[in-house]
Each structure stands twice: as structure tokens, then as C-alpha cells.
């Protein structure tokens, strides 16, 4: 008697042990923002505030003036691009200060839904794969995003 254990048997068996065998956290998700009725003067200069979350902004963190790129869309600025050093995670309360249009805002109690790719253990490729924003307050005003990761902020 001869014992043979056939190769494609375990071609087939093996790839499905592989296929979905291994998790990745996705990115953290980062928050973007637009402006409504701000004219382009008040949007030049922004400055973002990061403070210790859930400590009613007592515990300064850092301060970094935001390098972003609006377009206009009539009278709305939407956020063409940001510096990284100005990305806002869910893992702080914010500030962002208009000194043009001399408001400040506060951002408080950003939630992030944490997700996971699957994938085989031969590719960890986690493209598209970003953590989303639930919801977050403005001002103390609830608010949940209307794209993804992205708010508005009105004049």
C-alpha cells in the first residue's frame, strides 16, 4: 500500500487557511473641515490649538498655525489641502482660531469607529482602509460629518 497525500489537495488547502487569516487595524482617521460664508481674508490665517481631551482645555498641548488651501465654491471654502502638523484626531479637544474673522471654535468629544481590514498574511496592503468619525461637538452642538471625516464651520 502506498501512502500519497495529493498536491493540489493541499494547493486548495492551503490557500484557504491563508486567504482571510490575518487583521489590520485601519489608519486613524483625520478630520477635515470647510467654511461657510468666511471670506478669504478670514480664512487665511487659522490657528489649531491641541489640548489633553476631556480636560476643559486646560492642558495645552501644542499650537500650530494650519497651512491649508481652500477653493471657493460660492460661499463656501472647501479644504484643498492641509498640512500635515494640522491634522485633527480624535485623540485630543481642538481650537481653531480665526484671528480675521476673530473666532474661535471648539471641538470636543470626537468619536472614531474603529475598523480592521482583513486580508491573506502574504499582503497587509491597507489601502482605502482609514478609520471614520462618528460624530463630534461644535461648540458643545453635536455634529456628525456630512462626507467622510469631513464638517463644516459656519461664520
Same mark, same amino acid.
Given at each position: 500500500?502506498?501512502?500519497? #497525500?495529493? *498536491?493540489?489537495? +493541499?494547493? *486548495?488547502?492551503?490557500?484557504?487557511? @491563508?486567504?482571510?487569516?490575518? &487583521?489590520?487595524? $485601519?489608519?486613524?482617521?483625520?478630520?477635515? !473641515?470647510?467654511? *461657510?460664508? #468666511?471670506?478669504?481674508?478670514?480664512?487665511?490665517?487659522?490657528? +489649531?490649538?491641541?489640548?489633553?481631551? /476631556? &480636560? /476643559? @482645555?486646560?492642558? =495645552?498641548?501644542?499650537?500650530?498655525? +494650519?497651512?491649508?488651501? !481652500?477653493?471657493?465654491?460660492?460661499?463656501? =471654502?472647501?479644504?484643498?489641502?492641509?498640512?500635515?502638523?494640522?491634522?485633527?484626531?480624535?485623540?485630543?479637544?481642538?481650537?481653531?482660531? @480665526?484671528?480675521?474673522?476673530?473666532?474661535?471654535?471648539? =471641538?470636543?468629544?470626537?468619536?472614531?469607529? #474603529? &475598523?480592521?481590514?482583513?486580508?491573506?498574511? !502574504?499582503? /497587509?496592503?491597507? *489601502?482605502? $482602509?482609514?478609520?471614520?468619525?462618528?460624530?463630534?461637538? =461644535?461648540?458643545?452642538?453635536?455634529?456628525?460629518?456630512?462626507? @467622510?471625516?469631513? #464638517?463644516?464651520?459656519? &461664520?
Amino acid at each position: 500500500m502506498r501512502n500519497y #497525500f495529493p *498536491v493540489p489537495l +493541499l494547493l *486548495v488547502s492551503m490557500t484557504l487557511l @491563508f486567504q482571510d487569516c490575518t &487583521r489590520t487595524p $485601519c489608519f486613524n482617521a483625520s478630520l477635515g !473641515f470647510g467654511l *461657510v460664508s #468666511f471670506t478669504d481674508a478670514e480664512a487665511d490665517t487659522i490657528i +489649531l490649538r491641541r489640548f489633553a481631551k /476631556n &480636560r /476643559n @482645555f486646560t492642558i =495645552l498641548i501644542d499650537t500650530v498655525p +494650519l497651512q491649508m488651501g !481652500f477653493t471657493r465654491k460660492q460661499d463656501t =471654502l472647501e479644504a484643498a489641502s492641509v498640512t500635515s502638523g494640522g491634522l485633527i484626531y480624535s485623540s485630543y479637544d481642538y481650537e481653531l482660531y @480665526f484671528p480675521g474673522a476673530a473666532k474661535t471654535c471648539r =471641538l470636543t468629544e470626537i468619536t472614531e469607529e #474603529f &475598523r480592521e481590514i482583513r486580508h491573506s498574511i !502574504f499582503n /497587509n496592503v491597507k *489601502v482605502g $482602509c482609514e478609520n471614520r468619525i462618528g460624530s463630534l461637538k =461644535l461648540d458643545n452642538q453635536p455634529v456628525s460629518p456630512q462626507g @467622510f471625516n469631513y #464638517f463644516y464651520l459656519s &461664520r
